[in-house]
């Protein structure tokens, strides 16, 4: 399967700030073990690369990807250490080129519908819908719809295990970012059972509302 297929398949994206690059496998075996195959370092922390790096080398069945990506620059040091896909926070036209020059799926966060008919006119068709509850949610995705049947949307940013449900219940959404899973405070502790039951209830609640095709 290709990374968008991927991230489809998982529902859910967990949205991880990594302060120890070490921390990065077990927290991603730790995923993997709820059901859960992806996962985005952001890179909001100096630890986003190495963490992405080790991850790739320990855990290799996990997609990761980078996430918070906001130059040129950050993209390269991201892929140089192995990002397998790239998300943004807005739509910056030379990241996104950047990615298609060398063949890595990008989605480029957008909250307008102009931002989202900017996408299409870069080629794109799936693209993260950012600050998603302050946007206004899933009925705001319904209602983008609309104009825009072929866009599927990645919602992120205040969404809580309460909301994923009505999130992934509409047809646009590939899958829903989120972090509550993967709180800084629970990665502080190295609070990896916490993690995992957290995950677990997201993973139960993706097959839930999506059922695996038999």
């Not at 069945?61 to 943004?88: D, K, N, R």
């Not at 998603?132 to 990645?154: I, K, N, Q």
């Not at 609070?191 to 097959?207: K, M, T």
Request: a neutral charge.
């Amino acid at each position: 399967m290709s990374a968008i297929e991927r991230i489809a398949a998982c529902g859910v994206v967990p949205v991880v700030r990594i302060e120890r690059a070490d921390d990065g496998p077990e927290l991603a075996r730790t995923l993997s073990a709820a059901g859960i195959g992806c996962i985005e370092i952001t890179f909001r922390s100096a630890a986003a690369a190495d963490a992405i790096r080790a991850i790739r080398a320990a855990v290799p069945e996990i997609l990761v990807g980078a996430g918070t990506i906001v130059s040129e620059v950050q993209l390269m040091v991201a892929l140089a250490a192995g990002a397998m896909f790239i998300v943004s926070p807005g739509l910056q036209v030379a990241v996104v080129r950047a990615c298609q020059d060398r063949g890595c799926p990008v989605l480029p966060g957008v909250f307008t519908p102009t931002e989202v008919i900017q996408a299409m006119d870069l080629g794109l068709s799936t693209v993260k819908l950012f600050p998603a509850s302050v946007a206004g949610g899933p009925a705001y995705l319904r209602a983008l719809a609309g104009p825009f049947p072929t866009m599927r949307f990645v919602p992120t940013g205040g969404i809580e295990l309460a909301d994923l449900a009505a999130y992934l219940d509409v047809p646009s959404v590939l899958a829903v970012g989120g972090s509550w899973m993967v709180h800084p405070a629970l990665l502080a502790g190295r609070d990896w059972p916490e993690v995992g039951r957290l995950a677990s209830e997201a993973s139960s609640v993706v097959r839930s509302v999506r059922p695996p095709v038999a």
